[in-house]
């Protein structure tokens, strides 16, 4: 079952605008990560954000965390055509790292 | 290894058949999850195996499915008497911790 909701589905912008990918989830959490998928294989980490935390940022990447909405957002800034990609949000409910994934958001990112 | 490795990458098998994937996860790892995605969907939780522990395999869709992991390394899925609804990609990802390190999955298609 799906833990995580991302939203929107699908997201279309211009080179060197910014991209925001939300996710909610159910129950709370632990720590919650984001990954991100090209062409439909391997995911690959791109930040953990833990829920005593409220903002994370690595690079052109910022994260929030609002635990009582139960839900966080990844926003890219000046985006590039390399960051065409999906994107997924993942929880950790227990504590004992059994992540559940979101239904990811699918970004295309126009040159 | 240097990263995650499954095989096969591709796999076509005739409906009623048995198949076996398998996963090569990164040396040192206690965790390894197995999910399953379908064509423009999220990820599924199958099963997920930490240390010595007992698996946690509460995402496994019914009895045709199985998985075991031998010495605390490479792990198997097994699907047996498949069906058309199981075609997806097989993911397999290991961790040693928080972060997820994730193969390029086996792409599984029933005919």
């Known amino acids: 079952s799906q833990q995580g909701e991302e939203d929107p589905q699908a997201l279309s912008i211009q080179e060197g605008e910014n991209a925001t990918m939300n996710c909610s989830y159910k129950t709370s959490i632990n720590n919650l990560q984001w990954y991100r998928q090209n062409s439909g294989r391997g995911l690959v980490h791109l930040i953990l954000?833990?829920?005593?935390?409220r903002e994370k940022h690595s690079g052109r990447l910022r994260v929030t965390l609002d635990t009582s909405k139960k839900s966080s957002s990844l926003l890219i800034t000046a985006s590039r055509a390399a960051d065409t990609a999906s994107y997924f949000c993942a929880t950790d409910t227990s504590g004992t790292y059994k992540y559940i994934f979101g239904t990811g958001t699918r970004l295309k990112v126009l040159a | 290894g240097a990263g995650v490795s499954q095989s096969p990458s591709n796999k076509v098998t005739e409906k009623g058949k048995d198949v076996e994937l398998r996963c090569d996860p990164i040396s040192g790892h206690t965790a390894l999850y197995w999910y399953r995605q379908s064509l423009g969907q999220g990820l599924e939780f199958l099963i997920y195996f930490q240390g010595n522990s007992a698996p946690d395999k509460s995402g496994l869709p019914s009895d045709r499915f199985s998985a075991e992991r031998t010495g605390g390394s490479v792990s198997t899925l097994t699907i047996q008497r498949t069906q058309q609804e199981d075609s997806a990609v097989y993911l397999c990802?290991?961790?040693?911790?928080?972060?997820?390190?994730f193969g390029q999955g086996t792409r599984l298609t029933v005919v």
């Open positions: 954000i833990r829920s005593n935390e």
């Open positions: 990802a290991s961790s040693r911790g928080r972060e997820a390190f």
